[in-house]
């Protein structure tokens, strides 16, 4: 009856639901870790080591990217700690904006960094590099543009 006639229509609205689903040659992994940019990255480490007690990383320099980078160990995720490294730095640029800094970036794990290139610039994706560049985790990474990203900027690192 009534039962039978509900579930055949949940089961057909389901199955059109997954049709609509397009398939990737790639797949999108866990959050890897939220990237932080802090004016001042000495008070920030305190912050999170002192204060909070969180597991900090030592200093590291990304001349390629422009940035000092320090991991802040969180159960399931990392914070990504960034200051300028340089004139040109995209982080002095995003403080000269945000004074006292903000959120900057996400970055989520990918399967097939290659593959996602290849379908997010079919799908109108803009990737802010031609190639993928190495990140600071010694993992090939790209960032998405904001504008195409719900005002977030986006990047992916090869698992």
Known sequence: GLLSRLQ????????????????CLWKLGRL??????????????????????AQVSETVALP????????????????????PLGEKSPIASFLQKNK????????????????????LKKKKIRILSEEPKIGAHGKPVIFLHPKDCHGVLVELEQA
Not at 64 to 83: A, D, I, M, Q, S
Not at 106 to 112: H, N
């Open 64 to 83: 390629e990217h422009g940035v000092y980078t320090v991991f802040v160990e969180l159960g399931n995720t990392k914070l990504e700690l960034l200051h």
């Open 8 to 23: 055949t229509s949940a089961l057909s609205s389901s199955k059109s639901f997954s049709q609509n689903i397009p398939s």
């Open 100 to 119: 006292t800094g903000g959120m900057h970036h996400i970055c989520i794990e990918v399967d097939d960094i290659k593959a996602a290139m290849t379908e």
């Open 32 to 53: 890897n870790h939220v990237a932080i940019a802090v004016p001042d990255l000495e008070k920030a480490q305190s912050l999170y080591k002192d204060v909070l007690g």
